[in-house]
Nanobody
Framework: QVQLVESGGGLVQAGGSLRLSCAASGRTFSSYAMGWFRQAPGKEHEFVAAISWSGGRTNSADSVKGRFTISSDNAKNTVYLQMNSLTPEDTAVYYC???????????????????WGQGTQVTVSS
């Protein structure tokens, strides 16, 4: 059984930083891309960033480029999202997800991901 568990969310002031973690278990993820998405109240899931499991390739949404960095630690089966210069507009539940197949590119579509974590709340106060 595949399991993804996010952690690291919380309440932070605007301009602050948080690092989210996504620990994967249940199977080998060495061939699969991983992604971060977020969902604010009343809005659709929004792509944030994706990474090839080797870590050699990344893809980020324009809204977070230069502020958020996605990375991975294969030895720990963990993907990270370092978030800097946070604004109230970044407030959302953040989810990590695993790509459907080893051949899936770094897609921005949620439909290309098949396993999801339970989410972690990030709240940025002004």
């Amino acid at each position: 059984q595949v399991q993804l568990v996010e952690s690291g969310g919380g309440l932070v002031q605007a301009g602050g930083s948080l690092r989210l973690s996504c620990a994967a278990s249940g199977r080998t993820f060495s061939s699969y891309a991983m992604g971060w998405f977020r969902q604010a109240p009343g809005k659709e899931h929004e792509f944030v960033a994706a990474i090839s499991w080797s870590g050699g390739r990344t893809n980020s949404a324009d809204s977070v480029k230069g502020r958020f960095t996605i990375s991975s630690d294969n030895a720990k089966n963990t993907v990270y999202l370092q978030m800097n210069s946070l604004t109230p507009e970044d407030t959302a539940v953040y989810y990590c997800a695993k790509a459907k197949a080893s051949t899936t590119p770094l897609s921005r579509s949620r439909y290309e991901y098949d396993y999801w974590g339970q989410g972690t709340q990030v709240t940025v106060s002004s």
